[in-house]
């Protein structure tokens, strides 16, 4: 005999009783719970806080407007892609375009290994080192050649666990935060090529 009694705040509002014994079984309910977390983006470059400074020289002859080009490249991408350029003014100011990064791209970059993460802190803190570079392609042509070729600098993007994401640019110490080009027209010069590292790195926060 199997009843069922059914009480509404203890009081007993129903009983059925029914002549067919029968055992119930009770099966376990699993909640699932899913959470996605974002904090936004932050980009380096453009209009942005943080930018890529760098400036161009060009000895015995006067600079024009987007007269030469830079490249970004990313140290740990084996495929060596571009992903940000630059070019000059008649003044010599250099503007790169943006770089941006959000939640989603910080974490795939990680997986790819072509950024790395610190979470022992206060904050995630994700790493991308990069390679400053102009194109000199066909600058000998032109009887111009680069004294300055490149410089690697770091982009270190900060999450601070509470939907916030900030950037910084960390230059080579000896830069005075800033990478200044350096081309000479003609022959005349006698100079030493300068290649750029970042052994030791001042920061600039944006």
Do not use: H, M
């Amino acid at each position: 005999v199997l009843t069922v009694t059914t009480k509404v705040d203890g009081e007993v509002r129903s009983s059925v009783t029914a002549g067919r014994t029968t055992t119930a079984t009770e099966s376990p309910v699993t909640l699932t719970f899913d959470n996605a977390y974002d904090a936004g983006e932050v980009t380096v470059g453009g209009n942005a806080d943080a930018r890529i400074a760098a400036t161009k020289s060009l000895e015995n002859r006067p600079l024009e407007n987007g007269q030469f080009t830079f490249e970004v490249r990313n140290k740990l991408d084996a495929a060596g892609g571009v992903v940000a350029t630059g070019t000059n003014d008649a003044a010599g100011a250099v503007a790169f375009g943006e770089l941006t990064y959000t939640t989603a791209s910080l974490n795939r970059d990680v997986a790819a290994k072509i950024a790395t993460v610190d979470t022992s802190g206060a904050a995630d803190v994700y790493t991308y080192q990069y390679t400053v570079s102009e194109a000199t392609d066909g600058l000998a042509d032109d009887g111009i050649t680069a004294k300055t070729q490149s410089f690697d600098i770091v982009v270190e993007v900060t999450d601070d666990r509470a939907g916030n994401l900030t950037a910084r640019v960390v230059y080579p110490a000896d830069s005075g935060g800033v990478l200044a080009f350096e081309n000479v027209y003609g022959t005349d010069d006698v100079f030493s090529l300068e290649i750029a590292g970042s052994k030791e790195l001042a920061v600039e926060y944006g």
